[in-house]
C-alpha cells in the first residue's frame, strides 16, 4: 500500500500527510492520516471527517478510536482521516475557501477548482484503496441531529454494516451527485454515514455512539477482536423521513425534544411575535421520530424546523432504544478507559 509516496507495509502504523493547495501565505496545507495496518491480510477500511469543515464531532470521534484500548487491528488495515476539508476547519466554515460544498464536488479533477482537486486527491489517494468507508457528519449549524447511521440499505452488505453499527436509528438514503458516498460506491466501496450532533460543537452522545459504533463495525469485519456487550441496541430502519417547516417568521418556543416520539396532532413549538403574541403553531403531521432539530430560537418562514423519521409499528421500540443508548452515556466519560 502507497498513500503520498509512502509505503506502509503489514504490520506497521504510520501518520502521514497528503500535501494539497498551498495558502496565500506560501503555508503548506496537508492532508494528515493516521494509517494501521495488520500483518494477516482483510479489507482495509476509511474513516472520514470533517468533510465539511465546520462538523468537528467526528474529528474527536477518531481521536478517541486511535486512543482507545479498544483499537487494536489484528488484521487488514484501517485509514483514520480527522481533516478532509482542512480548509473549512481553519475558517470554522462548513465549505471550501472557493465556496463550494466539497461533498457535492466529488469524484473531482486534478485540474479542476480547489473543491475539485481535493475531491480528487482524497478519492484516488485514500477511497481508492478501500472495501469500506465511514464518513463522518453533524447537523448544519444551529441544527442537531440525534445519532443515526444513513446509507444505501438495498445493498445487503451496506444494511448489514448498518445495523452492527449499533445506533437505534438507520435511515435509508439515495446517493447524491458529487458527495463522497457516490463517489465511493463508484470505486466498489461500501459506505455508510454517520450522522450526529451539531456544527462546531462536541456533543458528548454522538461521540461515544460514535467511537463505539465504529468499533463494532470493526468487529463485525474481523478486524478488531469481538467483544461481548451488555447493552444491546436493536437498530431499526426507516424507510422515509421528511423535515417541518416554519409557517410563520417570529420567536419559538418549543415543546419538542431531539429523540422524542410524537403522535399525529402533536404541538411541537409555538411561533410568536417580539410582543409576545401568538403567530403560529407548528403540529405534527403523522407520528414519527424527532431525529434532526434547528436549536435557534428565530425562524423565517419556510425554515426546516424538525426532522422527523418514521417507522410504523415499531416506533414504540425505537424510542425505547433511543431513551436506553441516551441513559448509558457518561457525561464526563471521555470514552478511552476500559469500564469495570
Not at 311 to 322: L, S, T
Amino acid at each position: 500500500m502507497i498513500i503520498a509516496g509512502t509505503e506502509i507495509k503489514p504490520g506497521q502504523q504510520k501518520q502521514i500527510e497528503i500535501p494539497v493547495a498551498k495558502l496565500y501565505t506560501d503555508t503548506k496545507i496537508s492532508i494528515p492520516v493516521h494509517i494501521t495496518r495488520a500483518k494477516r491480510a482483510g479489507p482495509t477500511v476509511f474513516i472520514s471527517a470533517a468533510v465539511h469543515g465546520d462538523e468537528l464531532n467526528g474529528i474527536e470521534i477518531i481521536r478517541r478510536l486511535i486512543h482507545s484500548p479498544k483499537f487494536n487491528i489484528i488484521r487488514g488495515c484501517l485509514i483514520a482521516v480527522p481533516m478532509v476539508n482542512i480548509y473549512g476547519v481553519l475558517n470554522q466554515s462548513r465549505y471550501m475557501p472557493d465556496r463550494r460544498d466539497l461533498n457535492r464536488s466529488f469524484p473531482g479533477s486534478e485540474k479542476g477548482s480547489l473543491a475539485g482537486r481535493l475531491a480528487h486527491i482524497f478519492l484516488n489517494e485514500v477511497v481508492a484503496h478501500c472495501n469500506y468507508g465511514i464518513d463522518l457528519h453533524t447537523g448544519a449549524i444551529h441544527r442537531s441531529n440525534l445519532p443515526q447511521i444513513r446509507g444505501n440499505l438495498n445493498d445487503p452488505e451496506t444494511k448489514q454494516l448498518a445495523e452492527a453499527f449499533g445506533v437505534p436509528v438507520i435511515l435509508n438514503s439515495d446517493l447524491r451527485d458529487g458527495s463522497l458516498r457516490e463517489a465511493a460506491v463508484n470505486k466498489d466501496t461500501k459506505i455508510l454515514l454517520y450522522e450526529a450532533g451539531e456544527a462546531l460543537r462536541f456533543d458528548e452522545l454522538s461521540i461515544q455512539s460514535g467511537v463505539k459504533g465504529i468499533l463494532k463495525v470493526l468487529s463485525h469485519l474481523k478486524m478488531v477482536k469481538k467483544r461481548s456487550s451488555r447493552r444491546k441496541l436493536a437498530p431499526y430502519i426507516a424507510y422515509s423521513s421528511s423535515w417541518l417547516r416554519a409557517s410563520a417568521s417570529g420567536i419559538v418556543s418549543e415543546y419538542a425534544k431531539l429523540g422524542d416520539l410524537v403522535e399525529a396532532g402533536d404541538r411541537l413549538a409555538d411561533i410568536n411575535s417580539p410582543f409576545g403574541e401568538l403567530i403560529n403553531q407548528v403540529f405534527a403531521k403523522r407520528s414519527g421520530i424527532i431525529i434532526g432539530k434547528q436549536n435557534i430560537p428565530l425562524v423565517q418562514e419556510g425554515d426546516a424546523m424538525y426532522h422527523l423519521a418514521y417507522f410504523g409499528a415499531e416506533q414504540d421500540e425505537v424510542a425505547e432504544q433511543i431513551e436506553s443508548l441516551q441513559e448509558s452515556i457518561k457525561p464526563f466519560d471521555n470514552g478511552l478507559t476500559e469500564k469495570p
